[in-house]
C-alpha cells in the first residue's frame, strides 16, 4: 500500500510558475513508476508527466519546454516543476504511483492538488 500527498498548488498568474511535490509513504518508492495527471473542469484526467523507476521522462505535448518531473528517492518525493504557466493549465492535480510486475499491478493516487492559472 502506498499513500500519496500532494502540494504546493494554489493560485498564479499567467507566465508564473508552481513547483508540486508528492511526497509518498508506506511501500518501497523507488520501485514506482510515479506521474503527474491533470483533470479539468468538464473534461476527462490527462497525462502531464511520467518518470520510471529507471529515470525515463515523458511528457504531454502541451507541457513540453515548460514542466520539468524529477524525482528523489531518498525522500519519496516526487516533483513537478511548473513554469510560463497558461490559463489552460488550470486543473486539479494529480499523483500517481504505478507498478507492474508478472504477480502484481499496484496503481496508487493522490488526492489531488489544485492549480489555478488567472490574472
Known amino acids: 500500500q502506498v499513500q500519496l500527498v500532494e502540494s504546493g498548488g494554489g493560485l498564479v498568474q499567467p507566465g508564473g510558475s508552481l513547483r508540486l511535490s508528492c511526497a509518498a509513504s508506506?511501500?518501497?518508492?523507488?520501485?514506482?513508476?510515479m506521474g503527474w495527471y491533470r483533470q479539468a473542469p468538464g473534461k476527462q484526467r490527462e497525462l502531464v508527466a511520467t518518470?520510471?523507476?529507471?529515470?525515463?521522462?515523458n511528457y504531454a505535448d502541451s507541457v513540453k519546454g515548460r514542466f520539468t518531473i524529477s524525482r528523489d528517492n531518498a525522500k519519496n518525493t516526487v516533483y513537478l516543476q511548473m513554469n510560463s504557466l497558461k490559463p489552460e493549465d488550470t486543473a486539479v492535480y494529480y499523483c500517481?504511483?504505478?507498478?507492474?510486475?508478472?504477480?502484481?499491478?499496484?496503481?496508487?493516487w493522490g488526492q489531488g492538488t489544485q492549480v489555478t492559472v488567472s490574472s
Open positions: 508506506g511501500s518501497i518508492f523507488s520501485i514506482y513508476d
Open positions: 500517481n504511483a504505478y507498478y507492474s510486475d508478472y504477480v502484481h499491478e499496484l496503481d496508487y
Open positions: 518518470i520510471t523507476s529507471g529515470g525515463t521522462i
